[in-house]
């Protein structure tokens, strides 16, 4: 890792452990660059980079502005909070499946509607699927890349290419449940089945149900204490 990708990810680390709170100012370019010993150049090649991240609002000639990046980020936003926590938070990973329940029945209908024979080619893969987290979680990745790709809308894909380091680190934790591994094995081998016949309305239907099946296999597994942390979480949001 370079020396800019360096700063980056400890001013990142700063704004979500709260060392700098929205609506706060930051150093000075000057101030940073002696800092962290680097040339005002790359300093300012940060601060633009945490900019189109949605950490920073820029002004000219004055002290960058740290935003409230849960209301004022992107989708890089949400990689880089991954991407810089040693391990996925579990509001996280609602916050997320409370996404899937929106999008991914919308591209599963439009999959199996244009192109039931390859969602019937990838789900027929499960006949060789192994029951360990890592196999789960590189296999629903797949399922879900490809029934986005098959759906043709392409922003469909692309949003979900933005998840990518993130879903295969929250779907690792997710699959360490062998219970939740078994509702994913059902709900694929039930999907498998609508695609065989076609019935695009269904596997919409089913889709919704298993993303919001998911979200509750979560959330139940959380301790008091987590569940009290999760709430807290999403209700100062």
């Known amino acids: 890792m370079n020396r800019t ?13 709260g060392e ?17 010993e680097l040339g005002r150049p790359a300093i300012r090649e940060v601060l633009q980079r945490l900019s189109h991240g949605g950490w920073l609002t ?22 880089d909070i991954i991407e810089y926590f040693d391990q996925v938070p579990d509001a996280f990973v609602l916050y997320f499946l409370e996404l899937r329940i929106a999008l991914t029945p919308q591209y599963v209908q439009k999959a199996v ?5 390859k969602v019937v080619g990838l789900l027929a893969e499960i006949d060789e699927l192994t029951d360990t987290a890592e196999a789960f979680a590189s296999y629903d990745w797949k399922v879900q890349k490809e029934l986005a790709r098959l759906s043709e809308n392409p922003l469909f894909s692309l949003v979900l290419n933005s998840f990518e380091p993130a879903y295969l680190r929250m779907a690792l934790k997710y699959f360490e449940s062998s219970f939740r591994r078994e509702a994913s094995l059902s709900y694929y081998k039930k999907l498998l089945s609508y695609a065989l016949s076609g019935d695009d309305q269904q596997a919409e239907k089913l889709s919704q149900e298993m993303m919001k099946k998911s979200y509750d296999l979560w959330k139940n597994q959380l301790s008091p204490d987590e569940r009290i942390g999760v709430k807290f979480k999403l209700d100062s949001i």
């Not at 990708?5 to 452990?17: S, T």
């Not at 004055?62 to 890089?76: E, F, K, P, S």
């Open 58 to 79: 820029l002004r000219k000639g004055q002290r960058a502005i740290v935003n409230d990046y849960w209301n004022g980020g992107n989708i890089t936003t949400i990689v």
């Open 20 to 36: 700098y709170v929205a609506g706060s100012q930051i150093e000075t370019e000057r101030e940073l660059a002696a800092l962290y």
């Open 113 to 117: 509607l244009l192109n039931y024979p």
């Open 5 to 17: 990708a360096m700063v980056e990810k400890e001013l990142i680390k700063a704004i979500l452990q």
